[in-house]
């Protein structure tokens, strides 16, 4: 099957600034990819997505960066605020629909 | 729109013991998954349902059945529970009429522990 990992497990950030949460990937035919946002008690919240025709996909606060060649996600925060604490996976799509998702990085935003 | 709901929020259970797990969605999406998350890791897939009527093992089947009862419900249940099934379990949908494609809308959660 396919894994995905995570460089950092843990990223603590001062408020204000901005987060870069990083996602390594091997399956170089997965197509898209999306990234996760897990309250603490609560389920996966969708944050963004990004296909693998693209580079870039900017949301609200939030950008997603792919990099093809050496098979690296990543998402960025801006102005990260104390609601954005929470674990953040990275996932792709595997044959049949499917979702694999990565192990999870914790982010802390100190006040 | 309650979105996607899970039944029982906590759940302990003995060694051996069976249970069902229920979820509901009343978005009108086709495909629904089942997922395990343990402390340090992921999500892993434990069976899905692509639509009403199919489903299909996922990485993680062992020691776990499902019924998709219709297309709002798709239940998992542990026969003989052990205690590595002990973990946070998951439900999803999704309809590929959504305009995010493969986004997966997920249930608040069940935590089981096996004794």
Redesign the interface.
């Known amino acids: 099957?396919e894994s995905?990992g995570l460089h950092l497990?843990t990223l603590s950030v001062q408020e204000g600034d901005n987060s870069i949460i990083n996602c390594a990937y091997s399956n170089s035919a997965s197509d898209?990819f999306?990234w996760y946002k897990q309250e603490s008690?609560?389920?996966?919240?969708?944050i963004i997505?990004i296909r693998s025709n693209m580079d870039k996909r900017q949301g609200q606060r939030v950008t997603v960066l792919l990099n093809k060649t050496v098979k690296h996600l990543s998402l960025q925060i801006a102005a990260t605020q104390p609601g954005d604490s929470a674990v953040y996976?990275c996932?792709l799509?595997e044959y049949?629909?499917?979702?694999?998702?990565?192990?999870?990085t914790i982010l802390r935003v100190k006040s | 729109n309650a979105g996607v709901t899970q039944t029982p929020k906590f759940q302990v259970l003995k060694t051996g013991q069976s249970m069902t797990l229920q979820c509901a969605q009343d978005m009108n999406h086709n495909s629904m998954y089942w997922y395990r998350q343990d402390p340090g890791m992921g999500l892993r897939l434990i069976y899905y349902s692509a639509s009403e009527g199919t489903t299909d093992k996922g990485e993680v089947p062992n020691g776990y059945n499902v019924s998709r009862l219709n297309k709002r419900e798709f239940s998992l249940r542990l026969e003989s529970a052990a205690p590595s099934q002990t973990s946070v379990y998951f439900c999803a949908s999704k309809s590929p009429r959504q305009a995010v494609y493969n986004e997966q809308f997920f249930g608040p959660g069940t935590r089981l522990t096996v004794l």
């Open positions: 099957g995905v497990p898209y999306i008690g609560k389920g996966p919240q969708f997505d996976f996932a799509r049949g629909n499917k979702l694999v998702f990565g192990a999870g």
